[in-house]
């Protein structure tokens, strides 16, 4: 595999991960939690949305740069080994990590401060990503890469940053398109059901045998 398919599969792994930790969030705790707890929560809802944006900007500036060094260090990756040592050692920490997960929130798993809790699984995540780096190449490959694509980092931190900056943006007009979904689907309803009830109190439209609830979620 040449690095950029490396890289594809780690990207690959750690989205699977991530969607497996998922399973271990009590998430109502989570939604309830308050101070350090609470910050933690907002920190890591940053933290992802950053992450991602900043491996699809950089991996998409790279592709368009066309840098031939980088091009000859992604064709050289190809008759390295994969090193399945460090493999294992990934996914042995996939164990600490789901349990660190697990007690972030509620009373349930380690009974550790939060402040523990956080640090400890950063280094055991940031642990498991090395680990699965080493596994697909050497350092040195990795570190050959990084430094051919120059003030590429910069571009697509900034990208970053700003993307996930326009997601939080777009979230403050979930509540007002609550309203105006709301009202629109009873004035498209009504005519069609006289026996429709609706409460914009609580935005639920019910006809009797069946009710839906607009959620600001999902409104707009």
């Known amino acids: 595999m040449s690095l950029f398919w490396r890289a594809a599969l780690a990207a690959a792994l750690l ?20 101070g350090l707890g609470e910050h933690v929560r907002e920190v890591q809802h940053w933290g992802f949305r950053c992450v991602v944006t900043f491996a699809a900007a950089l991996a998409l500036f790279g592709y368009v740069q066309g840098n031939e060094r980088l091009m000859t260090v992604n064709a050289r990756a190809s008759a390295e080994p994969l090193r399945l040592r460090w493999l294992g050692a990934h996914a ?22 939060v402040g523990l809790i956080a640090a400890s699984w950063l280094l055991v995540a940031t642990a498991s990503v090395l680990a699965l780096l080493a596994a697909l190449a050497p350092r040195r490959t990795w570190q050959d890469a990084a430094k051919t694509l120059g003030s590429l980092w910069l571009y697509a931190a900034a990208a970053s940053v700003a993307a996930a900056s326009a997601m939080q943006w777009s979230q403050m007009l979930w509540a007002p398109t609550t309203r ?31 009710a839906v609830e607009v959620s600001y979620l999902c409104s707009g």
Do not use: C
Not at 94 to 103: D, E, G
């Open 180 to 210: 105006i979904t709301f009202d629109l689907v009873d004035h498209i309803l009504r005519p069609l059901i006289p026996s429709l009830r609706s409460d914009a109190a609580t935005q639920v439209l019910d006809t009797g045998r069946f």
């Open 15 to 34: 989205v699977s991960e991530k969607f497996l930790l998922n399973f271990f969030v009590d998430f109502d705790a989570a939604q309830s939690a308050t």
């Open 92 to 113: 042995t920490l996939f164990v600490p990590l789901a349990v660190l997960t697990f007690s972030f929130y509620g009373n349930h798993g380690l009974r550790w401060p």
